[in-house]
T-cell receptor
């Protein structure tokens, strides 16, 4: 029973490029969440999606960041025109339902902006 | 906004010792979760608590949801080298499901 799969594990981008991070939830999970973690910090909520719907994007920067979870395929977190401050570990989590379901996290994508 | 204060920030213990860490907040939480994160990996859920006063065990780990709903603690008994890692508490933000507030973590190092 595969866990939450994220790829790539490491991503290096130059300033101004686009970063695309992918997340496949656990089998049977229809709720996906993206979190960001800076070094020596806890995780910060970014966005919560269900299939084809954004439920809560209150933690996502208004500019340059977008997320989707299409009917088919993985969830994508997209960062346009990356800046050095976007360097962080980005974690995806999934759950089977929306109430009292603990989040199960993937191993993250470590984005480095040079 | 809501914040979780996690203590201690780090600790060194001898193998076999018991460990205790806690999380406190000025706000009420309806859910408390404890995660462990190893270097280069994602957080792994250890224990989930949903009721005030609830005491739950998972092997050598025991966690409690404080009666006031503003705190939680995690105990590890008879620590072993593989307990090394960073332990995070997390609470529901009161917003949407999955919008969790995380503490900054307690880094545990065990002397063999």
């Amino acid at each position: 029973n595969a866990g939450v799969m994220q790829n790539p594990r490491h991503l290096v981008r130059r300033r101004g490029q686009e970063a695309r991070l992918r997340c496949s939830p656990m089998k049977g999970h229809s709720h996906v969440y993206w979190y960001r973690q800076l070094p020596e910090e806890g995780l910060k909520f970014m966005v919560y999606l269900q299939k084809e719907n954004i439920i809560d994007e209150s933690g996502m920067p208004k500019e340059r960041f977008s997320a989707e979870f299409p009917k088919e395929g993985p969830s994508i977190l997209r960062i346009q025109q990356v800046v050095r401050g976007d360097s962080a570990a980005y974690f995806c989590a999934s759950s089977p339902r929306s109430y009292n379901s603990p989040l199960h996290f993937g191993n993250g994508t470590r984005l480095t902006v040079t | 906004g809501q914040q979780l204060n996690q203590n201690p920030q780090s600790m060194f213990i001898q193998e076999g010792e018991d460990v205790s860490m806690n999380c406190t907040s000025s706000s009420i939480f309806n859910t408390w979760l404890w995660y462990k994160q190893d270097p280069g990996e994602g957080p792994v859920l250890l224990i989930a608590l949903y009721k005030a006063g609830e005491l739950t065990s998972n092997g050598r780990l025991t966690a409690q949801f404080g009666i006031t709903r503003k705190d939680s603690f995690l105990n590890i008994s008879a620590s072993i080298p593989s307990d090394v890692g960073i332990y995070f508490c997390a609470g529901d933000s009161g917003g949407s499901q999955g919008n969790l507030i995380f503490g900054k973590g307690t880094k545990l190092s065990v002397k063999p």
